[in-house]
């Protein structure tokens, strides 16, 4: 059990959609990271959040947003849903902000679209 | 963009052989090189690290060696045991982030 936890651990929803996810950190964790994992695209990096501070931002598309709130759970909002956004998303933490900073994931939230 | 390479795609192996994951990337600002293992059903978990000015890391039966001048780094696994079964990950970390390899699925045989 890594400390972090993920909420749902299983979504089903329809195209065009809107779901939220959810995330708390390691306690004592500062930073939140999120990734996407599919069969095509593999292990992406979406977002990063620091302190409630967006930091870094990868693959992430407009369609999705996320923020850090001031008990530093984070939420990632997808929208306008597709067939191809059917993924697992992971959450991880990590004390501080920078890359070499030990990320701990989440157990995932597994997204389907149908 | 950066581009990280790994292989072999899959790799079974028996029981107490050892078993080596390659992994090349593309952008030389990268100078952390984590590796992580994901079992079934659950998220990656970092096993080892390794530092731009580091060459080699051991941790009992896993190892990492880095030549960043040929921008490659390998994972090493010795005396391979049935739990050692999950998929590998390497990562390379251009511009503060993590990028990931497209996973390495091992297999351990008893």
């Known amino acids: 059990d890594s400390g972090v936890t993920q909420t749902p651990k299983h979504l089903i929803t329809a195209t065009g959609q809107r779901v939220t996810l959810r995330c708390s950190p390691r306690s004592g964790d500062l930073s939140v990271y999120w990734y996407q994992q599919s069969l095509d695209q593999g292990l992406q990096f979406l977002i990063q959040y620091y302190n409630g501070e967006e930091r870094a931002k990868g693959n992430i598309l407009e369609r999705f947003s996320a923020q850090q709130f001031p008990d530093l759970h984070s939420e990632l909002n997808l929208s306008s849903l597709e067939l191809g956004d059917s993924a697992l998303y992971f959450c991880?933490?990590?004390?501080?902000?920078?890359?070499?900073?030990?990320?701990?994931f989440g157990p995932g939230t597994r997204l389907l679209v149908l | 963009g950066e581009n990280v390479e790994q292989h072999p795609s899959t790799l079974s192996v028996q029981e107490g052989d050892s078993a080596v994951i390659k992994c090349t990337y593309s952008?030389?600002?990268?100078?952390?090189f984590p590796w992580y293992k994901q079992e079934l059903g659950k998220g990656p978990q970092l096993i080892i690290d390794?530092?731009?000015?580091?060459g080699e890391k051991k941790d009992q039966r896993i190892a990492v060696t880095l030549n960043k001048t040929a921008k490659h780094f390998s994972l090493h696994i010795t005396e391979t045991q049935p739990e050692d079964s999950a998929v590998y990950f390497c990562a390379a970390t251009p511009y503060e982030k993590l990028v990931f390899g497209t996973g390495t699925r091992l297999l351990v045989s008893p």
């Open positions: 991880a933490s990590s004390v501080g902000a920078g890359v070499e900073e030990t990320q701990y």
């Open positions: 952008d030389s600002a990268s100078n952390y």
């Open positions: 390794i530092r731009s000015n580091v």
